[in-house]
């Protein structure tokens, strides 16, 4: 098992900007891709503005959670977890636990 931290955060989230905030996460050697976690930890107060991807190097998109939470707060230890018994759409903020990415 590989564990990987961003190093660029924490960062602001801009107010109603279509490109958002992103942290960069460097995984320094190859690796055959068996499985993939991801723990967020992100601070904001309106959950439902949030949209939430996994980019690879070779621009492949994975959608982890969009607009979900409503007017909820924050994700806090959020695991996102193909292998979760629920659904981040069945979830409520702050998240917490893991959940199955949409």
Known sequence: MIEADSTDTPLAIPDNTPSGASSTVTVSSQ???VDVNV???ISHTY???LDIFLIGPDGTSVELSSD???SGNNFTGTLFDDDAET???DGSA???GSFRPE
């Open 47 to 49: 959950t439902g503005d």
């Open 87 to 89: 659904s981040v759409t």
């Open 39 to 41: 723990l967020v930890n």
């Open 31 to 33: 690796y055959d891709v």
């Open 94 to 96: 702050p998240f917490t």
């Open 68 to 70: 979900n939470g409503g």
